[in-house]
């Protein structure tokens, strides 16, 4: 999947933008964002994420980064955040990572703990669990949002209609992804925006808020649920356009307040949705299947 670089604004080059979407989703929940960006003449690649745990996901992610050329900005949504974090280790195209309402563990830490470590996730009580037969011929569990939780939990800001459809429509996530530690923080070296949703039943606000904080990321919140990205792509589309040093940002909406901190003055607004489970998974899925400790 070889990229066109496309010449900036001032004179360079472009970096092509790399949108992973995370959990019971799919890459058609980054569409508001991928238009915005190619409009501005941005290569825009949405890659399928397996969501069957973060060793084979970050894997997936890093081979589609490897046949890029030219610079290379990272953005993941939820679980997606996990795994760039991964997948863009010891890759010098990689020049900055977004993440947008998501999960952004450092080498050594799981999911399900990192998931738990701040209250405010309820997506614990909304999950459906099903039980599934693995390649290797084991048997697994994948997990789903019950239909009728997942308005609230997941899209309380966008139109019941539009959940009922994404909810009918929502990719399975394996529980192993909650399981398996994190092998690398690209975070560590590499500057990183954040968007916390500060309205997230999914992902713990303050979870998103003490994540940015140890990776010294440039922040923006919006009081908004957890699909930031969708529900208000114009905010999610500017912010990574800072992230990939888009001339036009300069001036623009998102200001600076601090060393490293940023804050919104307007929001935009868009429909679709994306979801990503969060640290709630954990209590329930220890109790059920053995997960967890």
């Not at 092998?183 to 954040?194: D, E, N």
């Not at 010294?216 to 114009?234: K, Q």
């Not at 999610?236 to 356009?241: E, F």
């Not at 623009?252 to 994306?274: D, Q």
Request: with cysteine.
């Amino acid at each position: 999947m070889a990229s066109l670089t496309a010449p900036g604004e001032d004179g360079g080059v472009r970096p092509t933008v790399v949108l992973v979407h995370g959990a019971f989703a799919d890459a058609s929940c980054w569409n508001g964002v991928a238009e915005r960006l190619q409009r501005r003449g941005y290569t825009v690649v949405a890659p399928a994420n397996p969501l069957r745990g973060l060793a084979v996901d970050s894997a997936s992610t890093a081979e589609v980064l490897r046949r890029i050329a030219g610079p290379i900005v990272l953005v993941g949504h939820a679980y997606g955040g996990a795994v760039i974090s991964s997948a863009a280790a010891g890759n010098p195209q990689v020049r900055s990572l977004v993440y947008i309402s998501a999960f952004m563990p450092d080498r050594g830490e799981a999911l399900g703990p990192l998931g738990s470590r701040f209250p405010g996730s309820e997506l614990g009580t909304a999950l459906r669990r099903m039980p599934v037969r693995n390649a290797d011929g084991g048997q697994g569990t994948d997990l789903y949002i019950q239909d009728s939780k997942f308005h609230d939990i997941a899209a309380a800001d966008r139109p019941t209609a539009s959940a009922a459809v994404m909810a009918a429509s929502q990719r399975p996530v394996s529980t192993s992804v909650f399981e398996e530690k994190a092998t690398a923080a690209a975070w560590r070296t590499l500057p990183s925006w954040v968007l916390v949703a500060g309205r997230d039943k999914v992902i713990a606000p303050d979870l998103e808020r003490f994540q940015a904080r140890r990776a010294h990321a440039h922040t923006i919140e919006v009081n908004s649920s957890h699909m930031a990205m969708v529900s208000r792509p114009e905010t999610v589309t500017r912010l990574i356009l800072a992230a990939a040093g888009d001339p036009s940002t300069a001036d623009g909406p998102l200001a600076s307040t601090g060393t490293r901190t940023l804050v919104l003055a307007v929001i935009g607004s868009a429909a679709g949705l994306t979801v990503f489970v969060g640290g709630g998974l954990v209590a329930a899925a220890r109790g059920r299947n053995g997960f967890g400790r």
